[in-house]
Structures are given as structure tokens and as C-alpha cells.
């Protein structure tokens, strides 16, 4: 009969001498020993203690030698594995001797730096650590697998290899986890992900801060022990980084009277930005329930500090009384297409925001402290000397920012028919034309009632290289527009009109409402914005600025040119439009800061606010049958597929 190669039964005398018990026993005993001579003993008790240290490693080497005399003989590979993970456990004890009494390399490691000798005694205890925990684990696996072997007449060596595999690769496992953690935790690239999050320098305010011409002191008065003064100075200390000129202080109040009387600083939990002589505050408090909600919009509220601290308020005039937007006629009591929102972003700008309409003068002329007029969506005629005073203001170098409504919410009758007569007239000054007929795509579209009508809301991502969407271009970003007309350029070539929106070559006007694409309703690339920059002579006449209003801020600097944004859609700006798009308010910024001659502090603020979360029926039907289908055939699926692959290993 033929044996095995790795025992027979004549030899099963052999298998028992090499498998016997008291190698472990021995070694184990030795670790303790050493363990306790070095963790658990203090310098009075040297002699024991260095009487253990000894003893152990004296053991582990004597288990060590009987393990390679043992596997001098039959079975040798089972032999050599028992020995060579017995010889791991020698060096990892020799190791973790070296680490404990004499440093890794003896006196020569006392010449070097403490940084350079915690870093090798900390690797080496490491090292150490992992070879004997590789070595005991490994041996007690191996052991363990032999134990129904001991007086077999043969030996299955491929059982104590698995046995020693298992518990190395577990070892290793642990040990890479935690090496791995432990270089993250040293790594200085930090990354938050947790629910509460303090926002970051956006690209806008970092523009802001380089710009600075003087420096800005930011002084943060915090208790020394505050979670949000730590939040605090992280978004400062970024922000610094990138504008020196903004000095980053922090101080306890309590310790620097003078300063907090100064700066008439009379709490804590505060963060003042000074400029010479003017101030602006933020109360964020110094606990952090209270102050979450601060920090989460900390860079648009540092933002905006830092603009009234760096340059004059302007004024921007809202236009009223003819169906606008914002119009209180027009609204009647819906909230979602207000102007709120708007109006909080351009104070963000350090605009103050007012009306004007025929009440407030618009018939004798725009204010001339009038930095822009926003003109949203009018759906009734303005009288005609309020349309001659918006031209005069355009003339002489006004900003405007006209958003305009497709017929499908434009009053059908005589009146809507003037307005639209009247826009013509304005925007022909512009050398553009408004074609009002809705424009809807198959293809790129918003589903809101999931069905055809959600056609008009179109999803567009086709920008230029204008300035006003360079923000939305450089990330690829989409925005939302919910119903637009298209505008058309008098002349196609006159290069002072930059269409900065556009949409695919495959959308099309719908003409009779149906949102069907039909013959005779025209495919192409619709312009639905234009940038429109003219120098003041080609504009028309100039007009002497009118007096400035009482209480108004001071007029804006003389113009060089005249500047105009026109856009196809007035409900991008509405609340609702402006709350659950964010790339529409980066679109309604960065149009209002090239409008200002502020191109380079173009960039969307960062915030960590809460996004309301929408379910719609459709949404909450797919993830019904999701879950009661999807699992079950997942597991299904994977079983089947075990199942298939044992079968073949079968055979």
C-alpha cells in the first residue's frame, strides 16, 4: 500500500515527538514571563525583574531550538512551519527587549533627535508587536489543527498550514487597519463629515479678502475653552492662508479690557472685523447649539461684513406697480414667487434694496444714486415717461438687470399687448428683440407634474465664456428655468452682445401650447440670456444724472459704459426658484457682479445649511418596489450564484 508523503504508520511515533505539546506551553510561558519583568515590575524590583526578562527570552529561545531539532526529522514541513513561526516570537521578543531596556539601536539612538528616537522607538514596538501576535496566534491555530492528529497514523499538513494562514492573515489584517488609521490621523488633510459642519473660504469671499487694498483685522473674542471658537478660527486661520492681509486674532475678553472697550465689544462669542475706524460684527455665541446655525453660513456672513467694510453701499432699485415679480398685485398670498430670497442675496452684495414706481418717482427719472435696476417680469405697461426715465438711466450708464415672461403667464389682453410693445422699445435701445413663444425641450427638462407640460422647465448647461457664467461653465453646472421665451440678436454680428445661455440644438418653441413638437415649430440653439455692454456714446443721449433723493447714498462713480443682463425667465429668481436651485443664485450673483464691474469676485458662497429633502408619489413607488422585489432577488441572486460556482467546483 502506498503512503503518504507527509506520515505513514510506521512513523506515527515520529508525527507524535514532533507535534507534542510542551514547545507551546514553554513558549508561552517564556512571553509571560518577559511581559511581566518589563510591564508589570518597577526599577526597585531590578534583580526580579531583569531575573524574568531573561528567564523568558532563555525559554522562547529553548522552545525556538526544540522546534528546529524536532523538525530535522519526519514530517519536515510541518516541522519547519512550527519553527519558523516560533522563530517570529523569538525576534519580536528580542525586539521588544531592545525597545524597553536599551532604545532599537543602544546608545548610538541617545545622539539622535527626540523626534528621530520616538519615531524608531514607536516603529519598533510596533514591529515588535506584530511578530509576536502573528507568532502566538499563528502557532495556537496550527496547534489546534493538529490536536485530532496527534495519533493518527497520518499527518495533513495542509490543515496546520491553514490553521497557521488563518491566524497570520488576521494579524496582518488588524495590524494594516491599524496602521493605516493611525497615518490618517497624522495626515494634516482633514476632512469633516459629520452632520454639523462649519462652511469653508468660498472661491468669492477669497476674492474678496485678496483684494483687500488695507489690512482688516479679525478678532475673534472667545473663552479659551468653546467649541465654536475653535470652529472660528479654522475658517480664519483657511482664509489667512490665502489673504495675508487679513489678521487672525483671538483673545478672551476678559483679559483684554482695553480692547473689547475699543471695539465696544461687551460679550463673548463674538467675532469683530475692523478696518481703521469702522467695525462690523458677528454674534455667533459661545455654545454650539447656539452658534450651529451661524457657522454653517459663516463664509457668506464674513463675506458680506467684509464688503461694507472694503466699499460704499449701493443702492438697487426694484421696479413696482406694473405686475413685476415682486409685485404685492401679483403675488396674491403665494409666497413661493417672491422676492425675499433675492432681496437677501443682493444684500449679501452690500446692496440696500428699495422700490421704484411711479409713486417713488420713476415718472421724473431714476435716482442717480441708483447703482442697478432690477426690472422682473412686468406683465402691464409702464407709463411712458417711466419708460423714458429707465432709457435716460440706460443712456447714461446704468445697470440693468430685465428678466422677462414667455406669453404662457403674460396677460393676453390690450394691456399685455402694450407691455410688450413697450419692452420691444427698450430692448431694441439694446439691439435685442424678445420672441415670447415658450421654448421646450424632449430631452432636458425638469419633471415636476410628470407630464408633458414639465417640457417648458428646462435644464440648460450651454454657457459662454462671458464673465457673469464663468462660475456655472468652470463646474459644468446646470440651471433651471421654469417657462423662458428666447431672445434674438438684431445683429448677429455685433460683438457687444454675448448670448451667455443657450440651449441644445434639439429644443423647440412651442407655438400652440400642446408641448409637442410640431411641423412649423422651429429646432434650434435658442439665446435665452444676454450680456449686453455698450460705450455710453452708443447708447443714445446722455441726460445729467437727477438729484439725489434725500437720505440716499451718495451717487456711483461716472460710468464708462453702459451695462445690461437680459434673461427669458422671471421664476429662476422667484423664492421657489432660488431656494431649491442653488446654480440659479450663483447665476443671479455673478450676473449682478459683472453688472458692478466685479468680475473677478465671481464664485458661488459655501454653506453647510440643511436642503429640504422633496418625495414625490413616483419617487416613493420606485423605492417601494425597490425594496420589496429588489432585496429578495439580490439574495436570490447571490445565492444562485454560490450554488453555480459549488457545482462546478464539484465537478
Same mark, same amino acid.
Given at each position: 500500500?502506498?503512503?503518504?508523503?507527509?506520515?505513514?504508520?510506521?512513523?506515527?511515533?515520529?508525527?507524535?515527538? /514532533?507535534?507534542?505539546?510542551?514547545?507551546?506551553?514553554?513558549?508561552v510561558?517564556?512571553?509571560?514571563?518577559?511581559? /511581566?519583568?518589563? !510591564?508589570?515590575?518597577?526599577?526597585?524590583?531590578r534583580?526580579?525583574?531583569?531575573?524574568?526578562?531573561?528567564?523568558?527570552l532563555?525559554?522562547?529561545?529553548?522552545?525556538?531550538g526544540?522546534?528546529?531539532?524536532?523538525?530535522?526529522?519526519?514530517?519536515?514541513?510541518?516541522?519547519?512551519?512550527?519553527?519558523?513561526?516560533?522563530?517570529?516570537?523569538?525576534?519580536?521578543?528580542?525586539?521588544?527587549?531592545l525597545?524597553?531596556?536599551?532604545?532599537?539601536?543602544?546608545?548610538?539612538?541617545?545622539? &539622535?533627535?527626540?523626534?528621530?528616537? +520616538?519615531?524608531?522607538?514607536? $516603529?519598533?514596538?510596533?514591529l515588535?508587536?506584530?511578530?509576536?501576535?502573528?507568532?502566538?496566534?499563528?502557532l495556537?491555530?496550527? +496547534?489546534?489543527?493538529?490536536?485530532?492528529?496527534?495519533?493518527?497514523?497520518?499527518? +495533513?499538513h495542509?490543515?496546520?498550514?491553514?490553521?497557521?494562514?488563518?491566524?497570520l492573515?488576521?494579524?496582518?489584517?488588524?495590524?494594516?487597519?491599524?496602521?493605516?488609521?493611525?497615518?490618517?490621523?497624522?495626515?494634516?488633510?482633514?476632512a469633516?463629515?459629520?452632520? %454639523?459642519?462649519t462652511?469653508?473660504? $468660498?472661491?468669492?469671499?477669497?476674492s474678496?479678502?485678496?483684494?483687500?487694498?488695507q489690512?482688516?483685522?479679525?478678532?475673534? %473674542?472667545?473663552?479659551?475653552?468653546?467649541?465654536?471658537?475653535?470652529?472660528?478660527?479654522?475658517?480664519?486661520?483657511?482664509? *489667512?492662508?490665502?489673504?495675508?492681509?487679513?489678521?487672525?486674532?483671538?483673545?478672551?475678553?476678559?483679559?483684554?479690557?482695553?480692547?473689547?472697550?475699543?471695539?465696544?465689544?461687551?460679550?463673548?462669542?463674538?467675532?469683530?472685523?475692523? !478696518?481703521?475706524?469702522?467695525r462690523? /460684527?458677528?454674534?455667533?455665541?459661545?455654545?454650539?447649539?447656539?452658534?450651529?446655525?451661524?457657522?454653517?453660513?459663516l463664509?457668506?456672513?464674513?463675506?458680506?461684513?467684509?464688503r461694507?467694510?472694503?466699499q460704499?453701499? &449701493?443702492?438697487?432699485?426694484?421696479?413696482?406697480?406694473?405686475?413685476?415679480l415682486?409685485?404685492?398685485?401679483?403675488?396674491?398670498?403665494?409666497?413661493?414667487r417672491?422676492?425675499?430670497?433675492?432681496?437677501?442675496?443682493?444684500?449679501?452684495q452690500?446692496?440696500?434694496?428699495?422700490?421704484?414706481?411711479?409713486?417713488?418717482?420713476?415718472?421724473?427719472?431714476?435716482?442717480?444714486?441708483?447703482?442697478?435696476v432690477l426690472?422682473l417680469?412686468?406683465? +402691464?405697461?409702464?407709463?411712458?415717461?417711466?419708460?423714458?426715465?429707465?432709457?435716460?438711466?440706460t443712456?447714461?450708464?446704468?445697470?440693468?438687470?430685465?428678466?422677462?415672461?414667455?406669453?404662457?403667464?403674460?396677460?393676453?389682453g390690450?394691456e399685455?399687448?402694450?407691455?410688450?410693445?413697450?419692452?420691444d422699445?427698450?430692448?431694441?435701445?439694446?439691439?435685442l428683440?424678445?420672441?415670447?413663444?415658450?421654448?421646450a425641450?424632449?430631452?432636458?427638462?425638469?419633471?415636476?407634474?410628470?407630464?408633458?407640460?414639465?417640457?417648458?422647465?428646462?435644464?440648460?448647461?450651454?454657457?459662454?465664456? *462671458?464673465?457673469?457664467?464663468?462660475?456655472?461653465?468652470?463646474?459644468?453646472a446646470?440651471?433651471?428655468? %421654469?417657462?423662458?421665451?428666447?431672445? &434674438?440678436?438684431l445683429n448677429p454680428?455685433?460683438?457687444?452682445?454675448?448670448p451667455?445661455?443657450?440651449?441644445?440644438?434639439?429644443?423647440?418653441?412651442?407655438?400652440?401650447?400642446?408641448?409637442?413638437?410640431?411641423?412649423?415649430?422651429?429646432?434650434?440653439?435658442f439665446?435665452?440670456?444676454?450680456?449686453?455692454?455698450?460705450?455710453?456714446?452708443? /447708447?443714445?443721449?446722455?441726460a445729467?444724472?437727477?438729484?439725489v433723493?434725500?437720505?440716499?447714498?451718495?451717487?456711483?462713480?461716472?460710468?464708462?459704459?453702459?451695462r445690461?443682463?437680459?434673461?427669458?425667465?422671471?421664476?429662476?429668481?422667484?423664492?421657489?426658484?432660488?431656494?431649491?436651485?442653488?446654480?440659479?443664485?450663483?447665476?443671479?450673483?455673478?450676473?449682478?457682479?459683472?453688472?458692478?464691474?466685479?468680475? $473677478?469676485?465671481?464664485?458661488?458662497?459655501?454653506?453647510?445649511?440643511?436642503?429640504?429633502?422633496?418625495?414625490?408619489?413616483?419617487?416613493?413607488?420606485?423605492? %417601494?418596489?425597490a425594496?420589496?422585489?429588489?432585496?429578495?432577488?439580490?439574495?436570490?441572486?447571490?445565492?444562485?450564484?454560490?450554488?453555480?460556482?459549488?457545482?462546478?467546483?464539484?465537478?
Amino acid at each position: 500500500m502506498a503512503l503518504s508523503q507527509q506520515g505513514s504508520s510506521p512513523e506515527a511515533p515520529v508525527a507524535r515527538a /514532533v507535534i507534542a505539546r510542551w514547545p507551546l506551553g514553554l513558549f508561552v510561558l517564556g512571553l509571560l514571563a518577559e511581559f /511581566v519583568g518589563m !510591564r508589570l515590575l518597577g526599577a526597585a524590583d531590578r534583580g526580579l525583574r531583569l531575573g524574568l526578562v531573561y528567564g523568558g527570552l532563555t525559554l522562547v529561545a529553548l522552545a525556538t531550538g526544540a522546534r528546529f531539532l524536532a523538525s530535522r526529522r519526519e514530517p519536515r514541513a510541518t516541522g519547519r512551519l512550527l519553527a519558523g513561526l516560533s522563530l517570529l516570537g523569538l525576534l519580536g521578543a528580542l525586539l521588544a527587549y531592545l525597545q524597553n531596556e536599551l532604545g532599537p539601536l543602544g546608545g548610538w539612538l541617545l545622539e &539622535r533627535s527626540t523626534e528621530s528616537r +520616538e519615531r524608531l522607538e514607536l $516603529s519598533t514596538l510596533v514591529l515588535a508587536s506584530i511578530l509576536l501576535a502573528a507568532s502566538v496566534l499563528s502557532l495556537s491555530l496550527a +496547534e489546534l489543527a493538529l490536536a485530532p492528529m496527534r495519533h493518527a497514523p497520518e499527518l +495533513e499538513h495542509r490543515r496546520v498550514q491553514a490553521g497557521a494562514r488563518s491566524g497570520l492573515l488576521l494579524v496582518l489584517t488588524v495590524a494594516i487597519s491599524g496602521l493605516l488609521a493611525f497615518a490618517g490621523g497624522k495626515a494634516r488633510a482633514p476632512a469633516d463629515f459629520s452632520y %454639523f459642519k462649519t462652511s469653508r473660504p $468660498s472661491v468669492a469671499t477669497l476674492s474678496v479678502a485678496r483684494g483687500l487694498s488695507q489690512p482688516v483685522r479679525a478678532i475673534a %473674542f472667545f473663552p479659551e475653552i468653546s467649541e465654536p471658537r475653535e470652529e472660528v478660527l479654522s475658517y480664519l486661520r483657511q482664509l *489667512h492662508a490665502q489673504a495675508p492681509k487679513l489678521q487672525v486674532e483671538a483673545h478672551d475678553r476678559v483679559l483684554v479690557p482695553k480692547l473689547a472697550r475699543e471695539l465696544r465689544v461687551a460679550e463673548d462669542g463674538v467675532l469683530v472685523l475692523a !478696518r481703521g475706524e469702522m467695525r462690523q /460684527v458677528i454674534q455667533i455665541g459661545t455654545e454650539m447649539n447656539a452658534a450651529r446655525h451661524v457657522l454653517r453660513t459663516l463664509d457668506s456672513e464674513v463675506q458680506k461684513q467684509l464688503r461694507k467694510l472694503i466699499q460704499p453701499q &449701493r443702492i438697487a432699485y426694484l421696479t413696482v406697480g406694473h405686475g413685476e415679480l415682486n409685485d404685492s398685485k401679483r403675488l396674491g398670498g403665494t409666497s413661493n414667487r417672491g422676492v425675499t430670497l433675492l432681496k437677501k442675496l443682493l444684500e449679501l452684495q452690500n446692496y440696500r434694496v428699495l422700490e421704484l414706481g411711479l409713486a417713488d418717482g420713476l415718472a421724473r427719472d431714476v435716482p442717480a444714486d441708483a447703482h442697478v435696476v432690477l426690472v422682473l417680469g412686468p406683465t +402691464e405697461s409702464f407709463a411712458p415717461a417711466e419708460l423714458e426715465a429707465l432709457r435716460r438711466f440706460t443712456a447714461r450708464g446704468g445697470r440693468s438687470f430685465i428678466a422677462l415672461e414667455p406669453e404662457l403667464r403674460v396677460n393676453t389682453g390690450a394691456e399685455g399687448l402694450a407691455a410688450r410693445n413697450q419692452l420691444d422699445s427698450w430692448l431694441g435701445d439694446l439691439g435685442l428683440s424678445f420672441e415670447g413663444t415658450p421654448i421646450a425641450s424632449e430631452r432636458e427638462f425638469v419633471e415636476k407634474s410628470f407630464n408633458k407640460s414639465d417640457r417648458v422647465q428646462l435644464l440648460v448647461n450651454r454657457f459662454s465664456s *462671458h464673465p457673469s457664467v464663468a462660475t456655472l461653465r468652470k463646474n459644468n453646472a446646470w440651471v433651471v428655468l %421654469f417657462g423662458t421665451g428666447a431672445l &434674438r440678436r438684431l445683429n448677429p454680428l455685433d460683438r457687444q452682445l454675448d448670448p451667455v445661455l443657450q440651449t441644445r440644438p434639439d429644443a423647440f418653441q412651442d407655438t400652440n401650447g400642446n408641448y409637442e413638437p410640431n411641423p412649423g415649430e422651429p429646432r434650434r440653439a435658442f439665446e435665452l440670456a444676454v450680456a449686453v455692454i455698450r460705450p455710453l456714446a452708443a /447708447v443714445g443721449t446722455h441726460a445729467a444724472p437727477a438729484a439725489v433723493p434725500s437720505g440716499s447714498a451718495q451717487p456711483a462713480e461716472a460710468p464708462k459704459d453702459s451695462r445690461s443682463y437680459v434673461i427669458g425667465d422671471t421664476d429662476a429668481f422667484s423664492d421657489i426658484g432660488l431656494r431649491f436651485v442653488p446654480t440659479n443664485r450663483v447665476l443671479l450673483l455673478d450676473a449682478l457682479r459683472w453688472l458692478g464691474g466685479e468680475e $473677478s469676485l465671481a464664485g458661488a458662497e459655501t454653506g453647510e445649511e440643511d436642503v429640504r429633502i422633496q418625495h414625490t408619489r413616483a419617487s416613493e413607488t420606485s423605492w %417601494f418596489y425597490a425594496l420589496l422585489f429588489g432585496v429578495p432577488g439580490s439574495v436570490l441572486g447571490l445565492w444562485w450564484l454560490l450554488n453555480r460556482r459549488q457545482r462546478r467546483g464539484a465537478r
